[in-house]
């Protein structure tokens, strides 16, 4: 999608952030209703177009699976915070905390389409092809938009690190592609990723 037209602004403008109680759920409801909803970090804002849910103790691969670490606290914490972890030494991920407190769960945002901001998100990632290609995967979009360790923990209810998850009145979609996760050995069976079929800038086609 190109930038965002007068119109796609207006209703971003308008749109809602999403309240607690839309996080307070198992993460395998959230994942496929966070889709078409807006991320925005500063200037920067993208549709989210895939995500995978984690199911902490029940899923094997799970950050939060054997308990809780350092490294994991937050995704024991309150839902509707952000969960940033470091991965191969070079990349951040960014996940929403679900379920109820204590229970470690969370939905691993995996691609964008991005709105606004773009020019920023070029800067940040000269490497990139196409618009297309910016924020399709976890870890280009969360470079694509400046989100690194020092968001872990922020609250999207709050914005209180400039990032929040808005709702500008698209629906999510009514059939949404279904798969196995990416990139898992653990837990690498489970149905857990939804996307928006046919969108060009998905990490990894159906």
Known sequence: MSPTSSDQLSLIVSAMRLERGFYARDPREVAPDLLNKVLVAGECRGRIVEAEAYAGSDDPGSHGYRGMTPRTEVMFGPPGRLYVYFTYGMHWCANVVCGKEGECAAVLLRALTPLAGVDQMWARRPAARRDRDLCSGPAKLTAALGIDGAANGADLLTADAGI?????GTAPPLDPGCSVRIGLSAGADLPWRWYVSGC???????
């Open 200 to 206: 060009p800038d998905l990490s990894r086609k159906g």
């Open 164 to 168: 929040e998850v808005l709702d500008d």
